[in-house]
């Protein structure tokens, strides 16, 4: 009941700073207790591993959470409407409104189909986050979180905390299909991995704001309970491969690299799982290193895709987006986009029309021929030419700096260590003196704390839990690198790693003798 209250509190004094009327002050009271009403009705939210119970106090959780981030950001950063959450809420309105205008306009943005259409150019013109500078790079996944927000407005009205009800509903539900996940292959440490799917500050604070954390985890951890449930023969498999095909798709929609550095230890689980002899397995094997040599053969043959060359500009494009500048498109002219150097916006020559932007003669700016990072080229402007802004980043102060890749294996393979204590470790205590920083260090630190616990108190893993160490430890190895090659940003980097902490973290809880994460038990007793 005190977390009933807290949460009761918080939205009272969001409704004093605020000034509500009554109807935006009601309206998430009503969306929350519905949402309450059916972790009680639905059958999904009562089992052995959580009740009803524990289910909603575990909500509510979730729920303060994603209040806390609002108030975060608007108070502490002072990023009110300046963060992605409300960028992308932002952007939302404007794919709501076309609702008004022409019914068809909304559904063809908001499901994707035939939205290209020119008619819809007037929209996207006024949103910040469809066209983030090149169409090629990774800040270019934001739509989905948009789409999101513009079908949740059909039941908010606008308000903005309806929105984070319901992304706090769907992560929730998510985490809690994880959390039957982990407990099926290991059923006897429930208590440890109660904490590590739900209470981890990182998981429990990124997936709470309306971001794309909060629809990665929901896709990512019913991915993993229907592939479990397959695995271990639960409930009629049709469905359960359905749910794969479902959710992979969310996975895409949100954040396609996950679901790529899912597929080691997924295919190493179906391998062991279902292969039954030797023979099966050297012609399962031979089948796959043949399958692995045609395709490194074809894809080193073409840049578009081929896995190292996407990677370093990947990289390539986050360095740029750390270090600041704008990103334009010349207009009447089919052709990459370019860049201009943060620092460099004196150049840039307003004519009074915000789409026939000029640059000053002989100003030098970047592009890259169809996205070939080795192609990257500067460019003297002339003054003839018109140019449409496309985005426009101010520079990032908790930027760090990274090896620059190059696409070949020898460079990957120098730069994997730097790249993984990255992608696990970082931020340290030296990595600056922002509060939220040092908070993440601080968890960070815990990790290293757990895993040096599960080195003096080892407990050798079991038959059964072998399945989720392999699953835990490929996707967690897999996705810090990726991570760490591709993220020179620290802010940025403790929001990219969150989708692999539960994993890490229960992997290692059970690496640890049961009498000393005992502790842990009350948690699971009050939860139960």
């Known amino acids: 009941m005190n977390i009933v209250y807290a949460f009761i509190t918080l939205i009272c004094f969001i409704f004093m700073q605020y000034k509500l009327n009554i109807l935006e002050f009601i309206l998430p009271f009503i969306y929350f207790f519905v949402f309450v009403a059916i972790v009680f009705k639905v059958n999904f939210f009562n089992s052995a591993v959580l009740s009803r119970q524990s289910s909603a106090i575990l909500y509510t959780i979730k729920v303060l959470a994603g209040i806390v981030f609002f108030l975060v950001y608007t108070y502490y950063y002072n990023y009110h409407t300046t963060s992605d959450a409300y960028k992308y809420f932002q952007d939302s309105t404007v794919l709501f409104n076309s609702l008004k205008e022409n019914p068809l306009h909304y559904i063809q943005m908001l499901s994707g189909i035939n939205s290209s259409d020119s008619e819809l150019v007037k929209y996207y013109e006024e949103m910040n986050y469809w066209f983030t500078g090149n169409e090629n790079s990774f800040f270019n996944d934001s739509r989905t979180v948009i789409r999101f927000n513009a079908f949740v ?47 981890i500050p990182s998981v429990l604070f990124w997936t709470s704001g309306v971001l794309k954390e909060g629809l990665l985890v929901f896709g990512l951890g019913f991915f993993i309970y229907c592939f479990t449930r397959i695995l271990f023969d639960y409930g009629k498999k049709w469905m359960n491969y359905a749910g794969i095909i479902l959710f992979a798709f969310v996975i895409l929609m949100s954040k396609a690299y996950i679901l790529f550095a899912l597929i080691p230890g997924i295919f190493t689980l179906f391998f062991l799982r279902f292969v039954q002899s030797k023979k099966q397995a050297y012609v399962i094997l031979g089948t796959l290193v043949l399958l692995i040599t045609l395709g490194a053969a074809i894809i080193s043959k073409n840049e578009s895709i081929n896995p190292l060359s996407i990677i370093a500009k990947k990289q390539s494009d986050f360095i740029n987006l750390a270090n600041g500048g704008t990103y334009f498109k010349i207009n009447n002219a089919k052709g990459d986009t370019i ?176 009498r000393i994460t005992k502790p842990l038990g009350w948690i699971g007793n009050l939860l139960y």
């Open 153 to 199: 407005y059909l039941f908010s009205s606008g308000n903005f905390y309806v929105h984070i009800l319901f992304m706090c509903f769907l992560s929730f539900t998510g985490l809690l299909a994880l959390l039957k996940a982990f407990v099926m292959m290991v059923p006897n440490r429930r208590n440890e991995f109660i904490v590590a799917v739900f209470l």
């Open 339 to 514: 860049f201009l150097k943060y620092g460099d916006e004196k150049q840039i020559i307003n004519t009074g029309n915000t789409k026939a932007y000029k640059l000053k003669s002989n100003t030098e700016y970047y592009t890259w021929y169809k996205g070939r990072i080795i192609d990257t080229i500067a460019i003297k402007a002339n003054d003839t030419l018109t140019y449409k802004v496309l985005a426009q980043f101010n520079q990032t102060g908790s930027k760090i700096e990274i090896h620059k890749l190059q696409p070949t294996l020898l460079s990957f393979l120098k730069n994997t260590p730097q790249a993984m204590f990255n992608g696990l470790f970082r931020p340290t205590f030296g990595d600056g003196d922002k509060t939220f920083m040092k908070l993440c260090a601080i968890e960070n630190y815990f990790l290293l704390f757990i895993i040096l616990l599960s080195v003096i108190f080892f407990k050798k893993p079991e038959n059964g839990e072998w399945s989720f160490i392999i699953l835990s430890v490929s996707f967690t190895l897999l996705l810090a690198v990726l991570i760490g090659f591709t993220t020179p940003v620290l802010g940025a980097l403790v929001r990219y790693k969150v989708p692999f902490l539960p994993f890490i973290f229960g992997c290692f809880f059970i690496l640890i003798k049961p």
